[in-house]
């Protein structure tokens, strides 16, 4: 079983001397060597025209396995990077069908696939992968991302081809992608704290979208849908419901158990790990053979350590609890060198650190990502919710009252005060905007303050904010939840979270699963009625009923943490020092991005506590430390 291997390649389009670079397709593929530990696979196909470079991670490396996979006679290599969790099921159909399957490797069912289905093949995948594939008899290079985007594909033209890799850095180090900043997309960074597919901070340089494929041929090819959310809810009795989803979540976790290496769960404490816990307890049959981790600050705001320990006590698995005390200022550009562009998101810290302590002991690892989005588990899924669902009147006395409370509500962001008027002040709002307000870091107004006229001359203020919105209307959803939910699943899903957890995985040496993103789970959980979704206290309420007789009862009635990181006083203290030097100094400010003076405001701002900058300043310092790593 191969659990990872990153990929890296050129195709040149059309026919002529040129042959693709073999050397650049290894040099592309040696920079991913971060994720894995085995040996680089390549290969150029018979007319030349495509290079194909693997760095392989072989946890178990069945024989003849060796990426790329290629056909009899090399007219088809395929390469990948993920996991396909059903190839079981499909090996078996295909072998009934006559196939002659040498391996036990999912490439090989994956190319014995195509051979019968072409791309009409991935509608029966289950799993999480990125590919790469090079049909020499159609002169074709497909490059495909899965669903949910948990796997990542980028890629550049080039003057007479095209360059890709699973990962952002090796394009610009194989010498074939520019180094220039797209102003768009660092206008976008700055909006909602990172870059959606399909820009990248490097103009010229796009991903693919979560669920598409491209294809090159004789020319560029353009983007394809293979894959959308649900746009509309579908009629199901409770009991139904909770049947549906205890059984395919089930069978999701057993699908995801399907590993020879030392395994272990990422227990938070919350609904949605502490779920994925009690299920694989259940399918294990012993309890204490499965391990858990958690991770927590000596600051109580921040420690989830005391849920998931009752949680571990109560399913009676292995737990090992790890303090986080390093400071962020020690581990700050070891992670921001990771990263392919800057990355806003602050819960990575923490995430990177549970990730290499459980990485001792395991080599995969079980989370619950991808629950909020299916489920609506967000509290701004449950603010979209009473929105629409608020009569006029109602609506117009909150947004009355939202603005008397901003104007006497604690400055902390996590104060219910502060909550309550951010909530209400956007009630009289358009919904797409109203969402924007929940997810937004800086807007027009702000970024026209912040930005310097150079900057702001290469792009429209409102872009990011029309970008958001347009996103947000164009599935025309049933409801406002689902379109909140479904927004999620296109952008911020495959662009922050999973890009998250892809490289703090792999930073720790662990694989990570989540059962929760099975595009079946993704699905069923969009499309309940949404009462079976969100209450007015509470959302995930199917999950609640489906397994609170597993649990016990404070996981499922205590407010939604998520995993926080007290930025707000690191920034206020021993992170303070990093922050001005970072931001203020002459050769960030050279960049001609941003004033110094308002960068100033900010900063002094948040230490007075006249405002909580918490988020916005974090994400200013990693795009800073990001810029200094680039020189």
Known sequence: MRLMSGFAGEFLFGQ??????????????????????????????????CAIS???????????SQQPTTSAGGVVALALDGKIYNSGELRTELAGAGAELRTSGDQEVLLALYLRHGLGMLGMLEGSF????????????????????????????????????????????????????????????LTVGYIPAPRSIWAGVCKLRAGHHVSFGTSHGRPQCWWQPPTAAKPMTRDAAIEAVTETLADSVAKCLATDVPFGVLLSGGVDSSIV???????IGEAGAVKSFTAGFAESRFDERPFARRVAEQLGTSHHEIVLTASAGDLLDELVSQYDEPFGDSGVLATVLLCRAAGEHVGMALCGDGGDEAFAGYDRHRA??????????????????????DSFAPRDEKSSLRRFARFARAMDAPPALRYLSYRELFGPLMLDELLTDELAEQFTLTGPRDWFTDLYEQGECDSELLAAQRHD????????QMVKADITGAAGGLELRSPMLDYRITELGMSLPAELKVSRRRGKVILREAFGH?????????????FGVPIDSWLRGPMLGMLKETLLDQSFIDTG??????LTKLIDSHIAGEADHRHRLWALLWLGRWHALQR
């Open 489 to 496: 699943v296109l952008t911020y899903l495959p662009d922050d």
């Open 16 to 49: 002529g001397p040129a042959r693709a670079d073999r050397q650049l397709a290894m040099r592309a593929a040696q920079q991913l060597r971060h994720k894995c530990q085995d040996e680089i696979g390549s290969y150029l196909s018979t007319d030349g025209r």
């Open 54 to 64: 693997c760095d392989q991670l072989c946890t178990i490396d069945p024989t003849g």
């Open 277 to 283: 816990a009690a299920l694989v307890c259940r399918a």
């Open 593 to 598: 991005w941003l004033k110094r003076t308002a």
């Open 550 to 562: 597993m649990l016990p009862v404070e996981v499922f009635h205590r407010p939604k943490a998520g």
């Open 130 to 189: 990125a590919l790469a594939i090079h049909d020499s008899r159609k002169g074709q290079l497909h490059l495909v991302r899965d669903r949910l985007g948990v796997r990542h594909v980028w890629y550049a033209l080039t003057d007479n081809g095209v360059v890709f890799s699973t990962e952002g850095k090796s394009l610009p180090a194989c010498g074939k992608a520019k180094k220039t900043i797209d102003a768009e997309a660092l206008g976008m960074y």
């Open 384 to 405: 979209m919710w009473l929105g629409e669902t608020m009569s006029p009147m109602k609506a117009s006395l909150l947004t009355a009252a939202g603005v008397l409370a």
